[in-house]
C-alpha cells in the first residue's frame, strides 16, 4: 500500500526537470553535445528581448529543452551515420519531432509546451516536417524555436566541422526568410541580441 501522494509543479520547478532531460538527450550523440542546452539558453535571452511574462518565458524555456526528446527514440546506428543515409533512414530521423510531440502531448498543461517544441522543422511554406504545417498553422513562439534551432546547429561545433560565425550563420537564415522558409523578424531580432556573442 502507497500513499497518493499529489502535488502540482509551477512550470519553473518542471524546467529544473526538464533541464535534465536536455542533458540526456544531448548526451545521447556526439553531434549534439550541448545542442539542447545551447537552444534553451538562446531560447531564454530571446523571450526576455520580447519581454514574455514569466509563464511563457518558463514554457519556451521546457520546450527548448525538450524539443528534440523524440530522438531518444531513433536508434544511434542511424543518428551517429556520418553521410550515406538511405531515404528510410533519413525519415526515420525526420520522425523524431513527432515523437517529441506523441510524449509531450499526454501532459497536463503541456499544450502550448507541445506544439512549440514538436514543430521546430516546420517551415513556413509548408516544406518542413513532419506535419508539413504553414504559416496559418505557427504560432510565433514556435516560429521562434524554429529559428533558435537552425542557429544553434549551425553555429555549434560538431565531431567534423568547425561551428559558423554569427554572421555567416544570420546570412544563411536571412536567405531562408528571404525564400519564405523562417520568420524574417525573429531572424532580424536574433541578430541584433547574439550579434556580440562571437
Ligand atoms: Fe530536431
Known sequence: MLPQVKREFNYQEIHQISQIFSRIIDAKSPFTGSHSRGISEKTGFICQFYEFDDVTYWKMRIAADLHDL??????NSILDKPSGLTRKEFQIIQSHPFYTRKILERIDGFEDITDWAANHH???????????????????????LACVDIYQ??????????????????KIMNNMAAEGL????????????????D
Open 70 to 75: 523524440g530522438k531518444l527514440a531513433i536508434p
Open 122 to 144: 516546420e517551415k513556413l511554406d509548408g516544406s518542413g516536417y513532419p506535419y508539413g504545417l504553414d504559416k496559418n498553422d505557427l504560432d510565433f513562439n514556435s516560429r521562434i
Open 153 to 170: 546547429a549551425l553555429t555549434e561545433d560538431r565531431p567534423y566541422r568547425k561551428g559558423m560565425s554569427h554572421k555567416d550563420a544570420i
Open 182 to 197: 523562417i520568420e524574417p523578424s525573429v531572424t532580424e531580432d536574433m541578430d541584433s541580441i547574439f550579434r556580440d556573442s
